[in-house]
């Protein structure tokens, strides 16, 4: 049972442009919404993050978009550059009688031509 | 600045041997969640820890796998008579106890290879 779902598995943008990662959700119960960075052969690095409450959140040339009605939330990254080559995971995190669960999706990975 | 400590980076067993896989969490950090990520798949939840206490061991597999974090010390991850099915990265994340809206930080993993 997948709770969080990117259904792109691969993204390619050229360099200068706006690279834009999608993902869903299905449990209404999550309030508090992540992305990670993960290069090949490292642990996922945290990026970005968004509550519940607010429906967008900035950092740099990194943005969350959050629309709870949807469902959805989404990664913007502009201007995209050849280091954000990438595999991007989203992930979900909620309370739930067994504590803080995250759920993490399967990952698109961005490339980002030169 | 000690971030979330793995060791070892790699591990090869044979079949039928035990693999035994560490985490220190991040200073501060209480909590300690474990990940599987197969070749071409994503992370998949395996156990959520505190300190000597399973908190959600829903994705463990029902046989062979067993974690624990003890009071003193990092979490295990310990898998007894290693099948090849078992090859694949783990990962472990820390969290701290104080405020449910905190990101997860992951270790860069172990590699176990089962030959």
């Known amino acids: 049972d997948q709770q969080v779902k990117q259904n792109s598995p691969s993204l390619s943008v050229q360099e200068g442009r706006i690279s834009i990662l999608n993902c869903d959700y299905t449990?209404?119960?999550?309030?508090?919404f992540l992305w990670y960075k993960k290069y090949p052969a490292e642990g996922p690095t945290f990026l970005i993050s968004i509550s519940s409450i607010k429906d967008k959140n900035e950092d740099g040339r990194f943005t969350v978009f959050l629309n709870k009605s949807a469902k959805h939330l989404s990664l913007h990254i502009v201007p995209s550059q050849p280091g954000d080559s990438a595999v991007y995971f989203c992930a979900a995190s909620g309370l739930s009688n067994t504590g803080n669960q995250f759920y993490f999706g399967t990952g698109t990975s961005l490339t980002v031509i030169p | 600045n000690a971030g979330v400590m793995q060791n070892p980076r790699h591990l090869v067993r044979r079949r039928g041997q035990e693999a035994r896989l560490r985490c220190s969490p991040m200073k501060g950090h209480s909590h300690v969640y474990w990940y599987r990520q197969l070749p071409e798949e994503g992370l998949k939840f395996m156990v959520y820890l505190q300190k000597e206490n399973i908190i959600d061991e829903s994705g463990m597999p029902k046989e062979r796998f067993s974690a624990e974090f003890p009071k003193e010390g990092p979490s295990i991850l310990r898998i007894q008579q290693v099948v090849r099915g078992d090859s694949a990265a783990y990962f472990c994340?820390?969290?701290?106890?104080?405020?449910?809206?905190?990101?997860?930080?992951f270790g860069n993993g172990t590699r176990l290879t089962v030959t």
């Open positions: 449990n209404s119960m999550f309030d508090y």
């Open positions: 994340a820390s969290s701290r106890l104080d405020s449910f809206n905190s990101p997860l930080h």
